[in-house]
Each structure stands twice: as structure tokens, then as C-alpha cells.
């Protein structure tokens, strides 16, 4: 069987770092890596939408219809961007969400288009996921059209809740 750790190195304690951060907004640290990491990391569909702010095709993506209860994460970092209650079906192809969890999404314009759109990516690692449009479901009225490939799907019932 296995054995427990004994003596975990030199650096086994805490550091005495104590200045609690503040408690309201959660602050995951920062994922900053370089392009070659990336590459290393993400699969070239994956690297294509998240880095370089590709699209992908619609209808591709099998999370376009999934439904089942649980969390959408950033396939590039992990940090949790949406909740099953906040997609719906918008008929665009791509899976689609009138609400990302509060503080996971940043947004900037995108001038790649004659029309300029606001494009929105993960505030943790950068990654791009989609665009923000103002045509989707009460309550918000917003549509966030993202990219299956960028989103990792979490069913609910594999993180037991409480
Ligand atoms: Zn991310």
C-alpha cells in the first residue's frame, strides 16, 4: 500500500506571509505562461481559440448540447467561468450563457472585425472564450457565445455538493 510522505524536504513549513487578503473577491493567482507553454499544454484546436482568439466552427462542439447540471471551466487554467443555470439554447452553434460567474470574465473591445464586438476571455489566464452580445434571455440580456473548445465541462454530481 501506500506510505505517507516522510519528511517532506527542507521547505516543509508555511510561510509566515499573514496579510489575509480580503474575503469578498475571490483572487486565484494568476496564470502567466509563455507561447511555448501553451502550445505544450493546450491541444492546437484548444491554442487556436484561446491564444490566438480563433473560432471555432459551429455545431462542432458536443458542450453545444449538453445539459446536464454542473460547471463550465476554462480548459486553459481550470478557473470555474460559468454554471449549467446560466446556458441556454441559442440557436448560434456554439454553447451559449446569459451569465459568467461573477468576476471570471474580463472584456475588451475586439477590432478584428469591421464591426468592433467585445470579446471576453478568462480573467485568470487570459484565455480567450467568445463574445459578449446584447440579444440573449432575461434576466440579463446578455448572450456570452463561447467557444465549446475553450470550456471544460464539470458535471455536478462529481463534485459532491457541501
Ligand atoms: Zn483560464
Not at 480580503?22 to 487556436?48: C, G, H, I, M, T
Request: proline share 10%.
Amino acid at each position: 500500500m501506500s506510505e505517507p510522505p516522510s519528511g517532506s524536504g527542507p521547505h516543509a513549513f508555511e510561510p509566515e506571509n499573514d496579510a489575509t487578503p480580503a474575503p469578498s473577491k475571490r483572487n486565484a493567482p494568476k496564470l502567466d505562461l509563455s507561447r511555448p507553454q501553451w502550445r505544450q499544454r493546450l491541444d492546437e484546436e484548444q491554442f487556436r481559440v484561446l491564444r490566438l482568439q480563433g473560432t471555432e466552427r459551429a455545431f462542432t462542439s458536443p458542450l453545444y448540447l449538453e445539459q446536464r447540471p454542473g460547471t463550465y471551466a476554462c480548459v486553459g487554467c481550470g478557473e470555474e467561468l460559468f454554471s449549467s443555470e446560466a446556458k441556454y439554447e441559442s440557436g448560434t452553434g456554439w454553447p451559449s450563457f446569459f451569465q459568467a460567474i461573477e468576476g471570471r470574465v474580463e472584456t475588451q473591445q475586439d477590432y478584428h472585425m469591421a464591426v468592433p464586438r467585445v470579446e471576453y476571455h478568462c480573467v485568470r489566464c487570459g484565455g480567450h472564450h467568445g463574445h459578449l452580445f446584447k440579444d440573449g434571455p432575461e434576466p440579463t440580456g446578455l448572450r456570452y457565445c463561447n467557444n465549446g473548445t475553450s470550456l471544460k465541462f464539470i458535471p455536478r454530481d462529481a463534485s459532491s455538493p457541501g
